[in-house]
């Protein structure tokens, strides 16, 4: 964790030199910048150590809803991989999430779906269709353990 810290704190002079905003996410999201916008993504990361749920095309966080990640995206947890995953969210749901596995300590990103707090059956369905192990409650910020 200490390699992110450090590059957390050249990122954020890197940010102010280069301007980039929340408000910039929404055309890079509107172009498909995926490098661009995995790029803020990366350092959005640092700042949320223990987690997240955002939309791309926004750069906000959902404050309700069920967040199921895709199978599709599953075990990406390098910046190199998270061009995977901002591509995936572009063309499906358009949200990412990013969460740390205690287990092996690496910071882990998902393209996801967002269903809303009512469906929770649903999001219980698509969790097990894609293999999920977990789904998160995004009102009550906490993990749901599927069988």
């Not at 200490?2 to 910039?24: D, H, V």
């Not at 901002?86 to 990013?98: E, F, I, N, P, T």
């Amino acid at each position: 964790m200490k390699a992110r810290f450090l590059i957390l704190l050249l990122a954020i002079p890197l940010c102010s030199i280069l301007q980039t905003s929340c408000t910039t996410s929404s055309n890079l999201a509107r172009n498909g910048n995926v490098g661009a916008l995995a790029d803020e993504i990366w350092i959005y990361s640092y700042s949320h150590p223990d987690g997240f749920t955002i939309d791309i095309r926004t750069m906000t966080e959902p404050t309700e809803g069920i967040a199921v990640a895709y199978s599709a995206t599953q075990g990406s947890h390098s910046r190199k991989k998270l061009n995977r995953v901002v591509r995936h969210a572009l063309h499906h749901d358009g949200y990412v999430g990013g969460w740390l596995d205690t287990t092996d300590s690496l910071y882990y990103f998902d393209s996801s779906r967002i269903f809303p707090e009512d469906s929770l059956d649903a999001a219980i369905k698509f969790g097990a269709k894609n293999k999920q192990k977990a789904i998160y409650s995004i009102k009550e910020g906490k993990e749901i353990k599927l069988k």
